[in-house]
């Protein structure tokens, strides 16, 4: 099956009604509201091809990052949206965007108790860049995801 068809379309507007779906990405109300307006927020949209010409299925905030990379700060697909190949497409649409910004590299972060996001972000071709040793400690509230306390912030790169 051919990619699906993701658009980025910018928010120039009010940012705070995606802080609900930002929440999916990360679980820190302060630290979503900490970074919601830095960088572009995106939202993103698919041609499903049912009778809506594109339909809002995720967002993503990009932030530009160390001297020449973008960074996917956080991603969200709206849950009936996941694990159908659009967040590969998203992926794919987001390099797209930054290779045509001249940005050589995209980076993104995600906790080491996330193993499905870690196998997501492999699987679209992201690989291992680093660790940042006790990142989530400093979170307000610990971070648990199925049982599993996160601590560490494992990065990911992609060369564009
Ligand atoms: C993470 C997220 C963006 C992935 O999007 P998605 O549409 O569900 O993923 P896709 O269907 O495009 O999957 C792409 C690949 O990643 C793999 N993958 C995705 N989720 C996975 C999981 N939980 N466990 C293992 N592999 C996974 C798929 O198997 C697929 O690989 P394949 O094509 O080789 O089979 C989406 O699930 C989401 O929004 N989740 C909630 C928010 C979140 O966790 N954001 C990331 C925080 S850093």
Redesign the pocket.
Do not use: K, M, P, Q
């Given at each position: 099956m051919p990619d699906p068809l993701i658009t980025l379309r910018r928010v120039d507007g009010d940012r705070g009604a995606f802080i609900p779906l930002l929440l999916?990405?990360?679980e820190s109300e302060p630290m979503v509201r900490g970074y919601l307006e830095a960088g572009e927020l995106f939202e993103l949209t698919a041609d499903l091809g049912g009778p809506a010409a594109a339909e809002a299925v995720?967002a993503v905030l990009l932030t530009p990052t160390e001297p020449d990379a973008l960074e996917i700060k956080?991603?969200?697909?709206r849950a009936e949206?996941?694990?159908?190949?659009?967040?590969?497409?998203?992926i794919g649409a987001i390099a797209t965007e930054a290779r045509s910004r001249g940005a050589p590299r995209l980076v993104?972060?995600?906790a080491d108790s996330?193993?499905?996001?870690i196998?997501?972000y492999r699987?679209?071709g992201f690989r291992d860049s680093g660790r940042l040793e006790g990142f989530f400690d400093a979170y307000p509230e610990p971070v648990i995801e199925d049982g599993v306390q996160a601590h560490d912030m494992i990065l990911f790169e992609m060369l564009l």
């Open positions: 999916e990405a990360d995720g956080n991603i969200a697909l949206h996941r694990g159908r190949g659009l967040g590969r497409a998203a993104v972060g995600t996330s193993a499905g996001t196998a997501f699987a679209c």
